[in-house]
């Protein structure tokens, strides 16, 4: 398809118009100028008429004269008459004229020469011979010709009139026609050009509407364009062209960055798969190393020490010894198993033994469990290190009087455990880090630190309150560890 | 954009159609030109411009016009007058006339104007009333004295041979009514019952001789029958007779089938016609004066047929081509 640009599309329209309206002044010119023609046409016709009675008159009048006065200027008069008779004569003659007409013309024209060759005769004879006889017949004659021409003036009048009729009709008959077609003329222009401005402004409109409704989809976000068409509209065809590409470009742009952000987002998450592997590695060096000591060489070790004790009657070398053994047997084999609140607290008896042993009346250990709560089942060593940490941070600076307490109760369906120290306590900061997990408590552990337990309560019971804690500076801390009695959750911790 | 073609093409159109209806209607397609009028010239001249009767003569002389390619100038006075039918004689050699076919209205009195004629080389045709002693070329029109005979033969046969008759002439100077008087008179003149009583004149008018046989009446009560000689003579005659109460009564018998005349026979008023040709007539003069304007040598009389109209055949008759309704 042809392109055509908008602006020449309307001037090409604008002069369309004026082309039309300019042919219907010009055809009302034409029109009017055509039937004025003949109009006056008509009237001059008529006029030469009347002048041709007129001026046989005024002739035979001079010729009637001359034969009295013998003046020239009779006799030219005379003959100027007569010609001017004759030339009127030939100016209404046309061979478009009805026949009658025609008819009644040459009548008159031999009526005119009958008399001026009549009245010629009168004058030869009358220069010859004077008024004699033979000139007074032709004299006689040329007159009662020229009598006659009233007569037939008279009927060229009536035949021309006649005519006139019959062209005034067609002529009126024109002029109606003319002023019809004008006006049908002028009702088509209208029609026409009412056609093409509504054609016109919707095939503006039309790709208007489609790109304002496009540009609404693009702000809605859908960059899917159909093809749109083509109107032959050079601008507006443009326009589609570079709303397209627009569409297309932003749409391009938009994927290009969705794609980097995704490999952004991969190569976070390779990181953190690398991190967790290297974490991984880390533990399991660690517990390689572990491995490297023989559990069953350090117990055999251990029993042959109690023994050695038993054998020197260090009994209490022997409790020693003893609780050491349990308690590293227990942390072995339990941190990744469950275990239940009654073997927790004689863990964490053995322990108390240790650190009475070491730090002796500085210290003072109170274990409270309500019996029926024995059995619940916990994650194994959780209990051990918190009573560590309350150990290590909250007492062991203390140069007397600390006190460690360890309560197991039920409390609304949940078994609450308990461990409050009455050491320095944590500052607000570094409470809310050991929360968060990013603080551990650094010092002199059997190995599992706080971070540990909270999160793998947290992994285990999925919730928030499973572990809490209260610290005031100078005044102690308090570690709620909140355990639903009615689900056996000890189970997933397989 | 098809659209737009489409527009133009359609414009274009109609600016192409609209001129071409203007030259078509308002060009003047051709100029005049000076031609001269060739065409023969041939005068007319009736008794009477009006008459009917002439109007037939007219027609038939224009359509044989038509076919010659000549022009008929029909002029007559507006009511029967010598001086005037003269005076138009003048005028049509005054003019130069091809041809004069003409009306005689009284024979002597046309013999130096057609003489006139004839010196020119006009050539004269009498129509209808002829002059045989002038110099006329020839003379078409009916044969008077035996129309006048076939009428006084249809009038007998009517009244058995036993009528008292006024007959109402035209004009009692003119050849054409005289003949046929004539030719009637000598018919009847073997019987004894049929009597002529008065003989008027209408002028060839219609109101006149309407007034002419009203008076007839009054004066002659006796009267059973009218002849009239010519063609408003019988419409007269009838009209009186309607009116006087005497239908019936009255037996007439006329000459020539106008319109009128033949209602009147449907009705019984008038009882016979004896109709002319008049369409002939004028159709074989203008073709006889064309032939002598040709060189052909055509002198004498060209006598027409007559026929006889009366209730039985007014319907079914011949009607002449040239009829006025």
Redesign the interface.
């Known amino acids: 398809m042809k392109k055509q640009s908008f602006r020449y599309s309307l001037l090409g329209f604008s002069g369309l118009m004026l082309i039309l309206m300019i042919f219907i002044g010009g055809f009302s010119v034409l029109v009017i100028n055509s039937v004025e023609a003949k109009y006056s046409n008509m009237i001059d016709k008529m006029l030469s008429i009347n002048g041709i009675g007129n001026d046989i008159n005024s002739s035979v009048f001079n010729f009637d004269k001359y034969f009295t006065t013998k003046s020239d200027s009779d006799r030219l008069g005379y003959e100027r008459f007569y010609h001017s008779a004759v030339d009127k004569l030939t100016l209404i003659d046309s061979n478009k004229s009805s026949e009658r007409l025609r008819m009644n013309i040459e009548d008159l024209r031999k009526l005119l020469g009958n008399y001026y060759s009549n009245a010629e005769a009168a004058i030869r004879e009358f220069k010859i011979t004077g008024r004699n006889e033979d000139c007074y017949a032709y004299f006689v004659e040329a007159k009662q010709i020229a009598s006659y021409s009233g007569e037939y003036v008279k009927r060229l009048n009536n035949s021309y009139l006649d005519y006139n009729d019959s062209v005034y009709k067609i002529l009126k008959f024109k002029t109606e026609n003319g002023r019809t077609i004008i006006v049908l003329f002028l009702v088509c222009t209208i029609i026409f050009s009412g056609i093409f401005s509504a054609l016109f402004s919707r095939m503006i409109t039309q790709p208007m509407g489609g790109l304002a409704s496009r540009a609404e989809e693009i702000a809605r976000g859908n960059f899917q364009m159909n093809k749109m068409e083509t109107v032959g509209i050079y601008e507006i065809d443009l326009l589609q062209a570079g709303f397209t590409k627009m569409a297309q470009e932003i749409k391009e742009l938009i994927d290009k960055i969705t794609e980097s952000a995704n490999i952004e987002k991969r190569l976070n998450e390779q990181e953190l798969k690398n991190l967790l592997v290297e974490n991984m590695l880390k533990e399991a060096r660690l517990k390689a190393l572990q491995s490297q000591i023989n559990p069953h060489f350090l117990f055999n070790t251990l029993n042959a020490i109690a023994q050695t004790a038993i054998l020197e009657g260090a009994i209490m070398t022997e409790d020693l010894i003893n609780a050491v053994s349990e308690l590293l047997r227990y942390s072995l084999s339990m941190i990744d198993r469950k275990s239940k609140i009654g073997s927790e607290i004689s863990i964490v008896a053995q322990y108390v033994i240790i650190q009475e042993t070491r730090f002796k009346d500085r210290i003072k250990f109170h274990i409270d469990v309500e019996k029926s709560l024995g059995d619940v089942e916990v994650p194994g060593m959780i209990l051990q290190p918190l009573v560590e940490n309350a150990f290590v941070h909250g007492i062991e600076s203390l140069e007397d009087g600390g006190i460690i307490e360890v309560k197991v109760y039920r409390d609304n369906g949940n078994c609450i455990i308990l461990i409050s120290d009455n050491g320095c306590g944590m500052s607000k900061d570094r409470l809310n880090a050991l929360l968060k997990g990013e603080y551990e408590p650094k010092g002199n552990t059997t190995g599992i630190g706080v971070k540990n337990v909270i999160h793998r309560l947290r992994l285990l019971y999925d919730r928030e309150d499973v572990f809490s804690i209260e610290s005031e500076e100078g005044l102690g801390t308090r570690i709620y560890i909140k355990i639903p009695i009615e689900h056996d959750r000890g189970e997933a911790y397989a | 954009?098809k659209?737009?073609r489409t527009?133009?093409f359609?414009?274009i159109i109609?600016?192409a159609s609209?001129?071409a209806?203007?030259f078509y209607?308002?060009?003047d397609n051709?100029t005049?030109?000076?031609?001269i009028?060739s065409?023969k010239?041939i005068l007319v001249l009736a008794e009477v411009y009006q008459n009917p009767y002439w109007q037939i003569i007219r027609k038939g002389a224009e359509d044989a016009a038509a076919n010659r390619g000549c022009?008929i100038?029909y002029e007559g006075p507006q009511t029967q007058s010598l001086s005037e039918s003269l005076k138009i004689f003048?005028?049509g050699i005054?003019?130069?006339?091809d041809g004069i076919l003409t009306y005689i209205e009284q024979e002597r009195s046309y013999d130096a104007i057609i003489k006139k004629a004839t010196d020119r080389s006009i050539p004269v045709i009498t129509l209808d009333a002829d002059a045989k002693n002038s110099s006329r070329n020839a003379y078409v029109g009916t044969d008077n004295i035996e129309a006048g005979k076939q009428a006084g033969i249809k009038l007998t046969d009517i009244t058995y041979g036993k009528a008292e008759i006024g007959i109402i002439m035209a004009g009692k100077t003119i050849t054409s009514q005289e003949d046929r008087v004539r030719g009637f008179r000598d018919y009847i003149r073997k019987f004894n019952g049929m009597k002529i009583i008065a003989t008027e004149s209408s002028d060839s008018d219609v109101i006149e001789a309407e007034l002419v046989v009203r008076h007839m009446l009054d004066l002659h009560p006796e009267l059973t029958a009218l002849y009239c000689t010519s063609s408003v003579d019988g419409i007269g005659a009838a009209r009186a007779v309607m009116d006087t109460g005497r239908n019936g009564k009255i037996s007439i018998v006329c000459f020539d089938d106008l319109p009128e005349t033949l209602d009147y026979i449907r009705h019984g008023v008038i009882n016979a016609s004896i109709v002319q040709k008049p369409y002939d007539i004028g159709y074989d003069s203008v073709n006889l004066v064309m032939d002598m304007l040709g060189g052909k040598k055509c002198n004498g009389q060209y006598l027409k047929g007559i026929q006889v109209v009366d209730k039985d055949n007014v319907n079914n008759y011949n009607t002449e081509k040239g009829e006025i309704n």
């Open positions: 954009m659209i737009y527009l133009l359609a414009a109609m600016v609209f001129t209806i203007y209607m308002f060009s051709a005049p030109t000076k031609a009028f065409k010239r022009v100038e003048d005028m005054a003019a130069s006339v």
